[in-house]
């Protein structure tokens, strides 16, 4: 069962069978034949399909579908990742995009059919340790960026403003040394676009729901955010979400000294604060819990690593 500390990080996804139906058959064309099974899977935040697919000739594929409802911006960031994906070279860690299309206002990606499971909840040491291992090497593959992607500033930086934000809103329920703090946060957090820069290319956004295990390897699924920054990112990125999910502190898989990991976990930790105080995106009921999780985390980790009082 989950709670307020660990929310699950799933969305309210479309069922297969309410898939727009012209979408649905050029699926099957490709495909080479009717659906015969359709599993839904719950992991991740948008409303759309996703869907492990069975045709009655016995093809298997991981299909993502979404349309202009509930929430357009969906749209935008699945054809983000179909460009994405059909860029990524194969030495990427990621699951081979079969195809992708748009048909009458609807993103389609059928990817291979993946034969693995997202880490057990709370996260397992050995589990841990493994991502952690195939998140560097990933990193390191992907260094220098083999694929045109927009920089990390780029792409967050009118998200990652969260406590420039707060200088100007009521700052009732903030936690106490924020509120005390502030003006310095927003200053440190000012900094971040410059210290997270670098020539990786960074996935950005690897939770536990975009990760699958195999017995051979570690897929990361779900690249509509990626980017070109520091090697580290990935890494920093994902901690927020351990510590939330029963893994170690963020320190103690952490421990880089450097000033500029301090002004991006700033900066990331502010995005979590502030945003999670917004209202529910349309059709994304269950996000705003999840980034409240991982802002306690996330805060716990940038009030270790200043040393404030």
């Known amino acids: 069962m989950s709670t307020d500390t660990n929310p699950p990080a799933a969305g309210v996804r479309v069922p297969w069978h309410e898939v727009h139906p012209p979408v649905r058959a050029a699926v099957e064309e490709f495909l080479g034949g009717r659906v015969a099974e359709a599993v839904t899977q719950s992991g991740g935040f948008s409303p759309a399909a996703a869907v492990r697919l069975r045709t009655e000739n016995g093809r298997r594929a991981f ?16 054809r983000a990742e179909l460009e994405i994906a059909a860029a990524l070279p194969e030495s990427a860690p990621a699951p081979r995009l079969l195809t992708g299309f748009e048909l009458e206002g609807w993103v389609v990606l059928v990817f291979e059919d993946v034969e693995g499971a997202h880490p057990a909840m709370p996260w397992r ?21 083999p694929i045109d992607a927009p920089p990390v500033g780029e792409m967050f930086g009118s998200s990652f403003h969260g406590w420039r ?16 703090h502030l003006a310095e946060l927003a200053e440190l957090e000012s900094g971040w676009t410059k210290a997270a820069a670098g020539d990786t290319l960074v996935h950005a956004d ?36 351990v510590g939330m999910q029963g893994g170690p502190a963020p320190h103690e898989l952490f421990d880089d000294p450097d000033p500029a990991v301090t002004a991006v976990v700033a900066a990331i930790t502010g995005y ?18 999840f980034q409240r999780a991982q802002g306690v985390v996330a805060l716990d980790w940038l009030k270790f690593r200043t040393g404030w009082v």
């Open 63 to 78: 299909v993502k579908a979404v349309g202009p409802e509930p929430n357009p911006d969906s749209v935008r960031l699945y």
């Open 125 to 145: 040491r050995d589990q841990l340790d493994r991502v952690l291992e195939a998140v560097d090497e990933m990193s390191a593959v992907l260094t220098p960026a």
């Open 165 to 180: 934000d707060l200088l100007e809103e009521d700052t009732e329920g903030l936690d106490p040394w924020a509120v005390r």
């Open 206 to 241: 690897v939770r536990a729901d975009n990760i699958l295990l195999t017995e051979e390897r570690v897929y990361f699924v779900d690249w509509p955010w990626a980017c070109v920054g520091a090697s580290w990112l990935d890494r920093l990125c994902m901690l927020p979400s």
């Open 272 to 289: 979590f604060v502030h945003h999670c105080r917004l209202p529910d995106p349309p059709g994304l009921p269950t996000v705003r819990a």
